[in-house]
């Protein structure tokens, strides 16, 4: 078939994959011309960060979020898969209490293992702080969710003691003096929007 041009500047006749290799350029394209549908599975479509350079105390046996440590996204696609990287910068009372972190979608606990028989507590890092008040320990998780919608999804991770006599420390020792030569840490939630 002959390839026409027409008088309205249409052309007929151009088979798909007619035009040679570097015709069209990506500034050749319309805004939004390239879904998230069209990209290849595994494709990353945004990425969203929150990180937590200050310190956080708690003496809380229920779960708590501290400050800076959620983050929102809202996937493109109801088939999207979101990269969960949740690192958090624990400590906790000397032979008192074990730090517990925890990582949800909304209100939704995710990414950790079976409740205990005795108190039901959930977590993906825990440890018991037996030796003395000097060390912090970086708590990780990564996980992929398949939230299964495309509206606004908030993930966060939640720390706890194991009971009120204990305290959790985030991104600090319980030695900390806030004085030269005490180290401070750095947490933070990372989300990746993945291509299904």
Request: charged letters at 10%; hydrophobic letters at 35%; zero cysteines.
């Amino acid at each position: 078939m002959a390839i026409t041009i027409n008088g309205t500047g249409s052309i007929t006749g151009l088979t798909a994959g007619g035009l040679p290799d570097g015709s069209i350029t990506s500034a050749d394209l319309a805004s939004g011309a390239i879904t998230a549908g069209a990209l290849p599975t595994g494709s990353i479509l945004q990425v969203v960060q929150t990180t937590k350079t200050d310190t956080y105390t708690t003496n809380s046996a229920s779960w708590v979020t501290p400050t800076d440590l959620s983050v929102n996204i809202t996937p493109s696609t109801t088939s999207s898969k979101i990269l969960i990287f949740a690192t958090v910068a624990l400590a906790g009372q000397t032979g008192y209490s074990t730090a517990m972190a925890r990582l949800r979608r909304g209100s939704n606990v995710i990414y950790a293992g079976d409740s205990g028989p005795a108190s039901g507590m959930q977590s993906y890092g825990q440890f018991y702080t037996a030796d003395n008040g000097f060390y912090s320990i970086p708590v990780v998780g990564i996980y992929l969710d398949s939230p299964g919608v495309d509206t606004q999804i908030t993930y966060d991770i939640q720390v706890r003691s194991q009971s009120t006599s204990g305290t959790v420390y985030v991104n600090r020792t319980q030695a900390d003096r806030n004085a030269a030569g005490d180290s401070r840490t750095v947490s933070s939630i990372t989300v990746m929007e993945v291509a299904a």
